[in-house]
């Protein structure tokens, strides 16, 4: 069995470790909240972030330990929340096996740089791009913890590295493709929270399918072309982890980021709406660092925009929609 060390015990975190354990896998999760490692390894539940999940597979532990989680770890996963990675990695750095691949659930952008997970993860750990990978798909954590088909892309700059990790993950209920394209992947899975953000909003605001669709759609022309500018395989966003992802995202009630959004449209306050949401809504810090990504690409990012207003100003979701569609007619 393959030992593989999950960084993070949270909802993902927790429901990718059950992927990677009914994959065959030795899986240990290193977590910060004593309560959490405990639950796992005296009760095989997670019950604070996974509460669906009855019993954890025998073959997941857990530990407080960051040396004894990743010690002969060939795989090691990050899925913490990704305004603190950096601070949450960097002590991994002399413990992480010489041979190993990092792998990245995280879909955000760090706000104080404004740098993809790829670039965080590889910067805390000093990890050569060969060994890093991300995941990203439509992958809502509360379905595929009750093991309903679902599928996601293992992007990797390294064709070998990409297939070493897709052969990890694959279960029967779990499928997983491979790509080079590891900034496609990663804007795709930042930037649709931010378009999920728009849509959750307008719904709340009572608003029903075409605004939905008008939003969704320009949203993901923004992330397609914001990604294409970074580099980006305009093939990806058409991809599961482009408008696969923004699909689920944009439609469920079980994303946190939707969720947000869907508060904020029926009149919360961007408190309230932090306060109630399950989990991290990474849209919320991503959407300035968003804006500036553009800025420094020379792409315009006017969903982002019209969201940090939202969000800094408290714009209401008229005066957003009125924002991103009120300009004069232009081509599409
Ligand atoms: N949930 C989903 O459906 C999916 C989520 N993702 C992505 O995966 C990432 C994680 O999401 P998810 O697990 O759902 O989020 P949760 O909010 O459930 O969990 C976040 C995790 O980050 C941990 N964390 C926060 N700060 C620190 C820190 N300083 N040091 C160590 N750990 C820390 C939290 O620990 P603690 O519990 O102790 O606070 C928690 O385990 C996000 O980027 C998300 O976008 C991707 C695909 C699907
Ligand atoms: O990325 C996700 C589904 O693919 C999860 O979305 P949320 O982070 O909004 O819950």
Same mark, same amino acid.
């Given at each position: 069995?393959?030992?593989?060390?999950?960084?993070?015990?949270?909802?993902?975190?927790?429901?990718?470790?059950?992927?990677?354990?009914?994959?065959?896998?030795?899986?240990?999760?290193?977590?910060?909240?004593?309560?959490?490692?405990?639950?796992?390894?005296?009760?095989?539940?997670?019950?604070?972030?996974?509460?669906?999940?009855?019993?954890?597979?025998?073959?997941?532990?857990?530990?407080?330990? =960051?040396?004894? #989680?990743?010690?002969?770890?060939?795989?090691?996963?990050?899925?913490?929340?990704?305004?603190?990675?950096?601070?949450?990695?960097?002590?991994?750095?002399?413990?992480?096996?010489?041979?190993?691949?990092?792998?990245?659930?995280?879909?955000?952008?760090?706000?104080?740089?404004?740098?993809?997970?790829?670039?965080?993860?590889?910067?805390?750990?000093?990890?050569?791009?060969?060994?890093?990978?991300?995941?990203?798909?439509?992958?809502?954590?509360?379905?595929? &913890?009750?093991?309903?088909?679902?599928?996601?892309?293992?992007?990797?700059?390294?064709?070998?590295? &990409?297939?070493?990790?897709?052969?990890?993950?694959?279960?029967?209920?779990?499928?997983?493709?491979?790509?080079?394209?590891?900034?496609?992947?990663?804007?795709?899975?930042?930037?649709?929270?931010?378009?999920?953000?728009?849509?959750?909003?307008?719904?709340? &605001?009572?608003?029903?399918?075409?605004?939905?669709?008008?939003?969704?759609?320009?949203?993901?022309?923004?992330?397609?072309?914001?990604?294409?500018? &970074?580099?980006?395989?305009?093939?990806?966003? #058409?991809?599961?982890?482009?408008?696969?992802?923004?699909?689920?995202?944009?439609?469920?009630?079980?994303? =946190?980021?939707?969720?947000?959004?869907?508060?904020?449209?029926?009149?919360?306050?961007?408190?309230?709406?932090?306060?109630?949401?399950?989990?991290?809504?990474?849209?919320?810090?991503?959407?300035?660092?968003?804006?500036?990504?553009?800025?420094?690409?020379?792409?315009?990012?006017?969903?982002?925009?019209?969201?940090?207003?939202?969000?800094?100003?408290?714009?209401?979701?008229?005066?957003?929609?009125?924002?991103?569609?009120?300009?004069?007619?232009?081509?599409?």
């Amino acid at each position: 069995m393959t030992k593989i060390a999950v960084l993070g015990a949270g909802a993902w975190g927790t429901t990718f470790g059950q992927v990677l354990a009914d994959a065959g896998n030795q899986v240990v999760m290193w977590g910060i909240e004593p309560a959490v490692v405990d639950a796992i390894n005296h009760d095989h539940r997670n019950p604070v972030r996974t509460p669906t999940i009855e019993r954890l597979p025998d073959a997941m532990t857990a530990s407080l330990d =960051r040396e004894e #989680a990743v010690d002969g770890a060939g795989i090691v996963v990050v899925a913490i929340a990704a305004q603190h990675a950096r601070e949450a990695l960097e002590p991994f750095r002399p413990l992480i096996g010489a041979d190993a691949v990092v792998v990245s659930l995280m879909k955000g952008i760090e706000r104080t740089t404004d740098k993809r997970m790829d670039q965080v993860v590889t910067e805390a750990l000093g990890l050569p791009e060969e060994r890093f990978a991300a995941v990203s798909g439509p992958n809502l954590s509360r379905e595929v &913890a009750v093991r309903q088909p679902s599928a996601a892309v293992v992007a990797s700059v390294s064709p070998e590295t &990409a297939q070493r990790v897709a052969q990890a993950c694959e279960a029967p209920y779990f499928k997983p493709f491979v790509s080079t394209d590891v900034i496609g992947l990663e804007l795709c899975g930042a930037l649709k929270n931010v378009t999920a953000l728009a849509v959750g909003m307008s719904r709340g &605001a009572g608003y029903g399918e075409n605004t939905a669709a008008m939003i969704q759609a320009r949203g993901l022309a923004e992330l397609t072309a914001l990604g294409e500018a &970074a580099g980006a395989d305009a093939k990806t966003f #058409a991809g599961l982890a482009g408008v696969g992802d923004l699909i689920a995202t944009c439609a469920s009630s079980l994303s =946190r980021n939707y969720t947000f959004g869907f508060n904020l449209g029926r009149g919360m306050s961007i408190e309230e709406a932090t306060e109630a949401s399950q989990g991290v809504a990474e849209g919320v810090p991503a959407t300035n660092a968003v804006v500036g990504m553009g800025r420094s690409l020379g792409e315009p990012t006017p969903l982002a925009q019209a969201m940090s207003h939202v969000l800094d100003q408290g714009l209401d979701c008229a005066g957003m929609i009125e924002e991103l569609f009120g300009g004069p007619i232009s081509a599409e």
